[in-house]
């Protein structure tokens, strides 16, 4: 009897690698300063799909053994059971972010840039 071929197949476990979790979207300097604070942090990252915000952190599920594959297949959590991996970062190539930011420097840069654009259409806005 063969084993059926897995889409999982051959992969390291990427949606196993970290989780994301979306936050309150930024309205404020404040709100972005919290933001920095993440991302100061190693192994964080922000991203926005579909206009919503999201916080992922990279740290391995302690579930996966030395070939990428979860130890507690049967009984794993609910987000794991309704993970579609034909929906995966692996091979879905919608996973093009709006907006990205990998440390506190890159959003240090969106910010000065997202508040000069604020300025100057509220000059014009004032004329």
Same mark, same amino acid.
């Given at each position: 009897?063969?084993?059926?071929?897995?889409?999982?197949?051959?992969?390291?476990?990427?949606?196993?690698?970290?989780?994301?979790?979306? @936050?309150?979207?930024?309205?404020?300097?404040?709100?972005? %300063?919290? @933001?920095? /604070?993440?991302?100061? +942090?190693?192994?964080? =990252?922000?991203?926005?799909?579909?206009?919503? /915000? *999201?916080?992922?952190?990279?740290?391995?599920?302690?579930?996966? %053994?030395?070939? +990428?594959?979860?130890? @507690?297949?049967? %009984? !794993?959590? =609910? @987000?794991? !059971?309704?993970? %579609?991996?034909?929906?995966?970062?692996?091979?879905?190539?919608?996973?093009? +972010?709006?907006?990205? *930011?990998?440390?506190? $420097? $890159?959003?240090?840069?969106?910010?000065? /840039? =997202? /508040?000069?654009?604020?300025?100057?259409?509220?000059?014009?806005?004032?004329?």
């Amino acid at each position: 009897m063969t084993r059926e071929k897995s889409p999982c197949d051959g992969c390291d476990a990427r949606c196993c690698r970290y989780f994301a979790l979306q @936050i309150d979207t930024p309205r404020t300097k404040a709100d972005f %300063d919290d @933001i920095r /604070w993440y991302l100061a +942090h190693e192994g964080t =990252r922000v991203f926005v799909e579909g206009g919503k /915000w *999201f916080l992922e952190v990279a740290n391995p599920c302690r579930h996966l %053994d030395g070939n +990428h594959r979860c130890r @507690i297949y049967p %009984d !794993r959590p =609910r @987000i794991c !059971r309704e993970h %579609d991996p034909a929906r995966c970062e692996r091979t879905d190539l919608e996973f093009a +972010h709006e907006r990205e *930011f990998r440390n506190d $420097e $890159e959003l240090v840069r969106y910010v000065a /840039w =997202r /508040w000069r654009g604020r300025r100057k259409k509220a000059k014009r806005k004032r004329k």
